[in-house]
């Protein structure tokens, strides 16, 4: 089957076309057959498509809205031009997958898309109001285009992190909030922590059962899970995506009295203040210069800035901190695994978080970690490494599309 993959954002829409099927899930056989975003959607959209193996094609065009976005993404797929193996039109696409951000406590696991769903995944708005009502676009559009016959399915960010226990998900504030208003710890990035543990799996040949690591999903946005007999466990995202890591312009954990405090000395509305820990803190707000790793790891060793190189050092403590801490919450782990823009491609963050964790029996081998970038799937630790080091470079697009297989098929 052909599966599109989407993934919609407030200005954005990313995609995916996956070839996949129960036998293909069955022999790791799925094939990206093209891929592609639209940015600036709502103004002065930016294009970028590829099919696989081929350039990207890039172009710049005023975007109207989702749907606009999404009939630009059908009109290249179905162009003659365009050349995708095995897909002429829309009358070989069999479904569509979407990325939703929040399914509050109703969806633990991936489901197929009808109205009752989507009044569902609208009832977590309030939970996720910057990027719910992205994803509700991006069903809407596919659901006029393609009509009601072509099946949709939703996979939630938040569905992993369904098992994590009461005590790690309560916060410890009066306990009528979580039965009032259902604040607790969600989670997020779900999907890639999930692929990260499945392909671990693969990797080890082990059951399910015996995957007790800690993955790091470090990207613009960052988070880690500590993931025991297969099931998440806990992770640093909580009631948003805003606790946890340092991110690039995410604070992640501070002291919630400083929100108060800012809205207070800076004559802040607390909205405000929460578009600043949003928006303009973590790497960004160290540093002053960018929220972008790459840029900041150039500008630290050429030019020695000073805040550059405390943006990552903080950045690395932070990590290094919660590996400790889930450490101990989950009584070890087997392997600690790497992954997003970050763990998969920067051996300088990787050994400086691995740093100062020799007290759990963590030794890197630096040569192998120096060898491991540019999405590379590898091990890094030293020999006589008590916890394995590794690098598995995400694919939420991939669980999507083989989720959308499975509950077509009845098998989820
Ligand atoms: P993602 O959101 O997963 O695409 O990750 C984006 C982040 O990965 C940005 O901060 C990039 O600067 C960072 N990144 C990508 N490649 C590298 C690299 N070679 N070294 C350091 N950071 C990188």
């Known amino acids: 089957m052909n599966i599109l993959v989407l993934n919609c954002g407030s200005s954005s829409l990313k995609f995916q076309l996956i070839s996949t099927s129960l036998e293909q899930i069955e022999q790791r056989a799925d094939r990206v057959l093209a891929k592609g975003q639209i940015e600036r959607i709502g103004g002065a959209g930016l294009l970028a498509f590829q099919v696989a193996g081929s350039q990207t094609a890039r172009s710049a065009r005023p975007v109207r809205d989702m749907r606009a976005a999404l009939e630009a993404v059908l009109q290249w797929i179905g162009s003659e031009e365009t050349n995708i193996e095995g897909v002429s039109g829309l ?10 951000v929040h399914g509050g406590e109703s969806f633990i696991q991936s489901v197929l898309i009808d109205d009752v769903v989507l009044r569902g995944i609208d009832d977590c708005v309030e939970l996720a109001p910057l990027h719910n009502p992205a994803n509700i676009q991006g069903i809407q559009a596919a659901r006029s285009i393609f009509g009601k016959a072509i099946p949709q399915a939703a996979v939630f960010d938040t569905a992993f992190h369904h098992t994590i226990p009461e005590h790690s998900y309560l916060y410890a504030i009066p306990y ?8 607790r710890r969600y989670g997020f990035h779900g999907t890639s922590h999930r692929y990260i543990a499945y392909q671990y799996r693969i990797l080890n ?56 405090f800012i ?3 800076e004559g802040m509305s607390v909205h405000e203040a929460e578009m600043l820990l949003n928006k303009a803190s973590g790497l960004l707000g160290i540093s002053g210069l960018t929220n972008d790793m790459r840029e900041l790891i150039a500008e630290a060793e050429e030019s020695g800035d000073r805040r550059a190189r405390l943006a990552i050092e903080i950045f690395c403590y932070r990590v290094r901190k919660y590996i400790g801490a889930y450490l101990s919450a989950m009584n070890g782990a087997d392997a600690v695994i790497f992954s997003g823009g970050i763990g998969e491609n920067s051996a300088l963050v990787r050994s400086k978080i691995c740093d100062q964790l020799s007290w759990c029996g963590i030794a890197i081998d630096p040569a192998r970690n120096a060898e491991l970038v540019d999405g ?20 939420e697009e991939l669980l999507i599309a083989r989720d959308t297989v499975r509950l077509i098929k009845g098998v989820i």
Request: charged share 25%; with cysteine.
């Open 91 to 100: 009358a070989d696409i069999d479904a569509v997958g979407h990325r939703v």
């Open 176 to 183: 009528q909030f979580y039965r009032r208003h259902k604040i």
């Open 205 to 260: 040949n082990i059951p399910r059962k015996d995957v007790n690591i800690i993955t790091l999903h470090l990207g613009n946005g960052c988070s880690i899970a500590a993931i025991k007999g297969g099931d998440s466990f806990d992770t640093s995202m909580g009631f948003t995506p805003l606790e946890g890591l340092v991110m690039g312009t995410r604070s992640g954990d501070i002291d919630p009295a400083i929100i108060g």
């Open 263 to 265: 809205c207070e000395k």
């Open 376 to 395: 590379q799937e590898g091990v890094f630790n030293g020999e006589g490494s008590r916890i394995r080091l590794g690098v598995i470079p995400t694919n």
